[in-house]
């Protein structure tokens, strides 16, 4: 099998990597697209996607296909129906022209992660031809990377969410290669240009830092393992530590999600 091809810029200057993407990747932007960000709270980014980043994605495909996008934020917040509402990629999507969903007001459905053991999950995602997803890479307080497989686990029903996150450690890992394979996305752009390192948000004792890459490809297994050396040489926490010990990501790999071997290639 081919290494997984992984598109990356070093420069802050987003818009002629995202226009060099896109186009590379042209024949996947038909019919109804989603942009899935990273939303999670009301901090600002790093926390959640680029405003900027979500933005010029906007405008480079408003009007080639049909375009919404979506989220859900973090399952802990008291009203997390108003921090979306009031969020800045929410109001960025309305400036735009183009419908932000909250995933936790919107159609829900379910499946099976394992043998008896099940998920809720928004049926949004699986109603669009193409779902973008636009995750930061950054440290997560729980299962210490959090890419572009994390991102999917935002489509989770808030309860199911909260149990997931403090039920036994191995099921959040099974959460998470199970919501990507339920409702996979098919084109990732991963933002390192800013991070967060020792935890996934600043109120959880996350702390800002500069990484300085963005990327993208359709591996979100490939995409991970990349992310994963880039974070190593930055987060304390993961000196010594092998790709494979983070378990969602072993895990991925061996359910068939993507490949560990991938091919840079400059943009």
Request: proline share 5%; charged share 25%; glycine share 8%.
């Amino acid at each position: 099998m081919a290494p997984a091809k992984i598109y990356f810029s070093r420069s802050d200057r987003i818009q002629p990597f995202l226009e060099k993407a896109l186009e590379i990747f042209a024949s996947r932007l038909q019919g109804k697209v989603l942009l899935k960000p990273n939303l999670v709270s009301a901090e600002p980014y790093p926390t959640t996607t680029d405003p900027e980043l979500f933005r010029q994605m906007i405008r480079l495909l408003k009007g080639q296909v049909e375009l919404a996008a979506g989220d859900a934020a973090a399952s802990d917040l008291v009203r997390p129906g108003k921090v979306l509402k009031d969020h800045v990629l929410a109001k960025t999507a309305r400036e735009q022209g183009i419908r932000f969903l909250d995933f936790y007001r919107e159609e829900m459905t379910a499946g099976e992660i394992a043998p008896g053991e099940r998920l809720k999950f928004s049926a949004v995602p699986n109603k669009f031809d193409l779902v973008i997803s636009l995750p930061v890479l950054k440290t997560h307080i729980n299962v210490l990377l959090s890419g572009a497989l994390k991102n999917q686990f935002g489509y989770l029903d808030r309860k199911e969410r909260w149990r997931v996150h403090f039920s036994d450690r191995g099921l959040i890992h099974r959460a998470i290669v199970g919501i990507n394979r339920l409702a996979p996305a098919r084109l990732f752009i991963v933002d390192f240009r800013e991070t967060l390192l020792a935890s996934n948000e600043v109120r959880h004792g996350g702390k800002r830092a500069r990484g300085g890459w963005i990327f993208a490809g359709t591996d979100p297994v490939a995409l991970d393992y990349f992310g994963f050396s880039l974070l190593k040489e930055i987060e304390p926490r993961l000196f010594g530590k092998r790709p494979e010990e983070i378990a969602y990501l072993d895990l991925a790999k061996r359910s068939g999600l993507g490949q560990a071997q991938f091919e840079l290639v400059e943009l």
